[in-house]
């Protein structure tokens, strides 16, 4: 089951650019009781001119004792120093880095990684309302909560990814990629309209925009409120229940249907269970458990001992502040 759901994270999360309506909304209703002016990027405090881009990721960790042992919030720190600070693959486009967590996550991990430059977002757990989730491993329990980064459009465009990415170069330019920013029209096929859904992001039409994305997204209203009413059929096996957000994902903007996800070239910008190879040949992310002992047979070492590397590079840059802060 690991590798069924990481397989397909490929093809929706990091090789694929989901089909979006563009539309203007002035849509607040996630809490932000975490976030306030001064606690925002210095980029967001006053809107700058052109698109708001932002990268995210999503930790769901119900740690016990020490939150900073917790190898998920470990991952996300990692991937903030390698999109914020670290001079190799930061953005250099002071592109924010959003944390989206469920209300159990503690008060110190937000603490934790506001400190260290991530903006932290707490929404409310995204369940279905006729059905209990039976999700393939326990782990995945609150993956439907994802969804709700469509809540967010304050910002243009999301490029989503999970905390276990190892960065190898600066994620910037994906922005400007071509099937990131092709606007196209939504498909009218009446077959692939099922009646008992609601309604899409708007009446489909030969006019209608859409915007894509790497799991570049465009957040929309009316979109997320399409997923919370597909959502409910998946008891129903109208998508793979099992699979979570991502078979909901799958049907969605699967190929034959009417806003069909578009891929960017494979290998270009992240890798999944990746070798070496794809290092040598440019991927931009390689994802993967880098730390998990149970990969040890068949991740290459020399992946492990880059991720090993950025971890201690992480570690060392915050130890460096602190005892600037200290006077060492």
Do not use: C
């Not at 009781?33 to 769901?60: C, E, M, N, V, W």
């Not at 016990?64 to 001079?87: F, K, W």
């Not at 570049?216 to 919370?228: G, H, M, Q, T």
Request: aromatic share 12%; net charge negative.
């Amino acid at each position: 089951m690991v590798r069924g759901r990481r397989a397909n994270f490929i093809i929706i999360g990091t090789l694929a650019i989901i089909s979006l309506l563009i539309l203007s909304y002035n849509y607040d209703s996630l809490p932000r009781t975490k976030l306030s002016l001064d606690s925002l990027p210095s980029s967001l405090r006053s809107k700058p001119k052109g698109p708001q881009y932002a990268y995210a990721t999503f930790l769901s960790s119900r740690p016990e004792g020490n939150i900073t042992e917790d190898s998920y919030v470990l991952a996300t720190r990692v991937l903030a120093y390698q999109l914020l600070h670290h001079p190799v693959t930061k953005t250099t486009k002071n592109i924010p880095f959003l944390v989206i967590v469920p209300p159990h996550v503690p008060e110190s991990i937000h603490e934790l990684l506001t400190k260290e430059g991530a903006t932290v977002i707490q929404v409310q757990n995204l369940v279905p309302a006729t059905w209990e989730p039976s999700p393939g491993m326990a782990r995945w329990i609150d993956q439907f909560t994802k969804l709700r980064l469509f809540e967010l459009t304050e910002y243009d465009r999301i490029l989503y990814m999970d905390n276990d990415m190892l960065i190898t170069r600066s994620l910037d330019p994906i922005w400007d990629e071509e099937e990131v920013t092709l606007e196209r029209v939504t498909k009218n096929s009446t077959e692939h309209i099922q009646p008992d859904e609601g309604e899409r992001p708007a009446k489909i039409s030969q006019h209608s925009r859409l915007n894509g994305g790497f799991f570049i997204f465009r957040p929309d209203e009316a979109l997320f409120n399409y997923y919370k009413s597909v959502l409910e059929f998946g008891q129903a096996g109208r998508f793979d229940a099992g699979m979570m957000e991502m078979g909901l994902l799958n049907y969605a903007h699967r190929f034959e249907g009417n806003m069909p996800w578009v891929p960017l070239e494979p290998g270009k910008w992240s890798s999944n269970w990746p070798s070496y190879r794809d290092f040598e040949r440019g991927a931009a992310s390689l994802h993967d458990k880098f730390w998990d002992p149970a990969n040890i047979n068949w991740i290459d070492r020399r992946l492990v001992e880059m991720w090993w590397r950025v971890q201690g590079q992480m570690e060392g840059f915050w130890q460096a502040k602190d005892n600037s802060i200290l006077g060492f």
